[in-house]
């Protein structure tokens, strides 16, 4: 069993900076892509960066330069530093891992609960 759990989130006033983690916990053998996601009401859930285990990251064109990934493989952490947020930020963050949980074995693909990041204008 693999639990990831989010921490971080909440409200900030516009401009302002939020720092969100995601920890995997259980039967890891190796973390292949690590990344964010946010799905805003009524809308999709997208793409926000991925981190691989080469450490090669990628960003949606509208955090570029705003935000940052970065892991800890030795605590099987993901994280999420957003700097200069706007409203249009204000979504869920959902975490996703790819993992295999063995040797030679499939690859999993497991998501976080979700946390809640508001920005007011």
């Known amino acids: 069993q693999v639990q990831l759990v989010e921490s971080g989130g909440g409200l900030v006033q516009a401009g302002g900076s939020l720092g969100l983690a995601c920890a995997a916990s259980?039967?890891?053998?190796?973390?292949?892509?690590m990344g964010w996601y946010r799905q805003a009401p009524g809308k999709q859930r997208e793409l926000v960066a991925t981190i691989i285990s080469g450490g090669s990251t990628n960003y949606a064109d509208s955090v570029k330069g705003r935000c940052t990934i970065s892991s800890d493989r030795a605590k099987n952490t993901v994280y999420l530093q957003m700097n200069t947020l706007k409203p249009e930020d204000t979504a869920v963050y959902y975490c996703?891992?790819?993992?295999?949980?063995?040797?030679?074995?499939?690859?999993?693909?497991?998501w976080g609960q979700g946390t809640q990041v508001t920005v007011s204008s």
């Open positions: 996703r891992i790819e993992m295999a949980r063995q040797p030679g074995g499939p690859i999993f693909r497991y």
């Open positions: 259980g039967t890891i053998f190796s973390i292949n892509v």
